[in-house]
């Protein structure tokens, strides 16, 4: 029976899991901020509003 070895055990790199990590945060903020509260408005909610209004009003 053969084995399997892995060529390569170290973990990932420093860039790779701060860019990993941000990316979780990033998407975080952004469901909150979007999504929960309602504090900044969806692209949907920006394009009725300029076909109400008119555009740049």
Same mark, same amino acid.
């Given at each position: 029976?053969?084995?399997?070895?892995?060529?390569?055990?170290?973990?990932?790199?420093?860039?790779w899991?701060?860019?990993? !990590?941000?990316?979780? +945060?990033f998407?975080?903020?952004?469901?909150?901020? &979007?999504? !929960?509260s309602?504090? +900044?408005?969806l692209?949907?909610e920006?394009?009725? &509003?300029?076909?109400?209004?008119?555009?740049?009003?």
């Amino acid at each position: 029976m053969m084995a399997f070895y892995e060529l390569d055990n170290s973990p990932s790199p420093p860039w790779w899991t701060g860019l990993f !990590v941000g990316s979780i +945060l990033f998407a975080i903020v952004y469901l909150i901020f &979007y999504h !929960v509260s309602d504090t +900044l408005p969806l692209a949907t909610e920006i394009q009725e &509003y300029e076909t109400i209004s008119g555009p740049g009003r």
